[in-house]
């Protein structure tokens, strides 16, 4: 088993924003009170529908851009590619992600458009009854999808940017529901 150990008495580092936001290991969930990381237990909330929607954009080269329009790329159809990719990512996201919960997954949903002639935006909808949120599915899904862009078309581009990634909305939870202000 894999265990980090937080040094709260340091003077810099973690130590040092704890003690200036007034947090202590019990104040913070994902540690215990010794200060070692560990996975939240979540059995004893409710099991509900959940739902988050994340977006990640990747701006590229108009070469680039026109190669992936036409499917004219010798690696293949990079949006079939970065569409199985997004949902795979999202249903690793536990093996990426150190503290996040296996969870079964009801759907997900990949959508791309073009937002500008060199942009291609990845919106990636996650849904499941569960008792933890999808969050940080949607957001690998969506991160993953744009990642796979680059690697299919980096040969054509390789000033491509990505970015932001952020998360459009979630619903279903304790903490209620939330979407991003434009």
Partial sequence: MLTFRLDFGQS??????????????????????QGNAWMVDVSRKESTVRQAVAIARISMSHEAASAIRENALKKGDALGVAR??????????????????????DSV?????????????????????????????????????ALSIYDMVKSLDRTMEIGPIFLQEKTGGSHGDFRKAK
């Fill in 84 to 105: 199985i990719a997004a949902i795979q990512a999202v249903k690793s996201t536990a093996n990426l992600i150190p503290l996040c919960h296996l969870i079964p997954i």
């Fill in 109 to 145: 949903g990949v959508e791309h458009v073009w937002v500008s002639d060199q942009v291609l935006e990845w919106q990636v909808t996650v849904r499941c009854t569960g008792r933890t949120g999808v969050e940080m599915e949607a957001l690998t899904g969506a991160s993953v999808a």
């Fill in 12 to 33: 810099n580092g973690w130590g040092s924003t704890m003690k200036q936001t007034g947090q202590t290991p019990d104040s913070l969930t994902h540690v215990d009170p």
